[in-house]
T-cell receptor, first 112, second 116 residues
Framework: QKEVEQDPGPLSVPEGAIVSLNCTYSNSAFQYFMWYRQYSRKGPELLMYTYSSGNKEDGRFTAQVDKSSKYISLFIRDSQPSDSATYLCAMRATDSWGKFQFGAGTQVVVTP | EPEVTQTPSHQVTQMGQEVILRCVPISNHLYFYWYRQILGQKVEFLVSFYNNEISEKSEIFDDQFSVERPDGSNFTLKIRSTKLEDSAMYFC??????????????FGSGTRLTVV
């Protein structure tokens, strides 16, 4: 079983719709969870981070972590064509500062 | 906004040759990382570096790989004898001191390494 599972998509939504992304994981030691956005031929760009379980909101983005289900989500409200990118989840354990495990990434296409 | 700069953006090398990938982290950052992404696959951790030594490394980071911060600004990844399977996008990342996890990591735009 892969440590981090993420549906590669592509996920196509019309402009203004809510984009719903998720990852599942198997390692119960993961405590820190992040979402990155990656445009083609660019490095990952941090969008959201959360520690342990709970919700976090930042503008149009909401991140949710359910540690009991080993499931994390990212929601993008009022999606724009500029949100078209690959979204990566990443997570790490408490004692592993740099060693993030990334998901494979979900390609999102927001159509005008 | 400060950036992590990587050079070159694309490097082609022959199998068996040595390559050095260069990174200039953000100036006040003290923690440095290399990741790689093989085409169509996930981003994979290679190594973390702090206080002039390796903090952690993955199984991928074998004896063919080494990292160095030769002059206090550059951070390099050397592959001694490249293999075809080393072809990937290599990302450098850095983070500032004392702010821990919450500020995440700033990634560079990557160096695409093609081994022929």
């Amino acid at each position: 079983q892969k440590e981090v599972e993420q549906d590669p998509g592509p996920l196509s939504v019309p402009e203004g719709a809510i984009v719903s992304l998720n990852c599942t994981y198997s390692n119960s030691a993961f405590q820190y969870f992040m979402w990155y956005r990656q445009y083609s031929r660019k490095g990952p760009e941090l969008l959201m981070y959360t520690y342990s379980s709970g919700n976090k909101e930042d503008g149009r983005f909401t991140a949710q972590v359910d540690k009991s289900s080993k499931y994390i989500s990212l929601f993008i409200r009022d999606s724009q064509p500029s949100d078209s990118a690959t979204y990566l989840c990443a997570m790490r354990a408490t004692d592993s500062w740099g060693k993030f495990q990334f998901g494979a990434g979900t390609q999102v296409v927001v159509t005008p | 906004e400060p950036e992590v700069t990587q050079t070159p953006s694309h490097q082609v090398t022959q199998m068996g040759q040595e390559v050095i990938l260069r990174c200039v982290p953000i100036s006040n950052h003290l923690y440095f990382y290399w990741y790689r992404q093989i085409l169509g696959q996930k981003v994979e951790f290679l190594v973390s570096f702090y206080n002039n030594e390796i903090s952690e490394k993955s199984e991928i980071f074998d004896d063919q790989f080494s990292v160095e911060r030769p002059d206090g600004s550059n951070f390099t990844l050397k592959i001694r004898s490249t293999k075809l399977e080393d072809s990937a996008m290599y990302f450098c990342a850095s983070r500032p001191p004392g702010q821990g996890f919450s500020y995440g990591y700033t990634f560079g735009s990557g160096t695409r390494l093609t081994v022929v």
